[in-house]
């Protein structure tokens, strides 16, 4: 298995692996996405403010995870004001359990380290809160954040 950074080539299986990621987390897919997820796609790779990891092997992406880069007011605790939003955690039913999720984490913390940003926050499933938990995520007020 090799990771390795999305690029636009990879916009259709970042869409289809998202619409997965919701529908796992119980969202009903009761409308079309596609147009707005390859626009958000779009956008974001092109503006640098997305970075995605893709997990491979032999041809298929079995997991992904994403950073989004978002600027908000400075603050006494995060100068930049700079933040970085985790999301599209997803690894496949029959990869899950192997550590893949942390491993994609790693990757994107360090994105967010090189990049000068002291503040990650996302929203965990039920799933996946044991996971960010073990990383280091602390709730706050009902948001995950990690200070790095």
């Known amino acids: 298995m090799e990771f390795r950074l999305g690029t636009p080539d990879d916009i259709g299986i970042m869409c289809a692996l998202r619409k997965k990621q919701l529908v796992d987390e119980g969202i009903s897919p009761s409308v079309d996405i596609d147009a707005e997820l390859r626009e958000f796609f779009e956008k974001k790779l092109r503006s640098g403010e997305l970075v995605e990891w893709l997990l491979e092997e032999q041809g298929e992406i079995v997991a992904t995870g994403a950073i989004v880069f978002y600027e908000f007011p400075p603050t006494y605790t995060n100068r930049s004001g700079v933040k970085g939003y985790i999301t599209n955690m997803y690894t496949k039913p029959e990869y899950r359990g192997r550590g893949i999720a942390t491993s994609m984490l790693a990757r994107l913390a360090e994105e967010a380290k090189r990049r000068g940003v ?31």
């Not at 499933?125 to 790095?148: H, T």
């Open 118 to 148: 002291k503040k990650l926050w996302l929203g965990a499933s039920k799933m996946g809160r044991p996971v960010y938990e073990k990383f280091g995520f602390k709730d706050s007020d009902g948001w995950l954040e990690l200070n790095i």
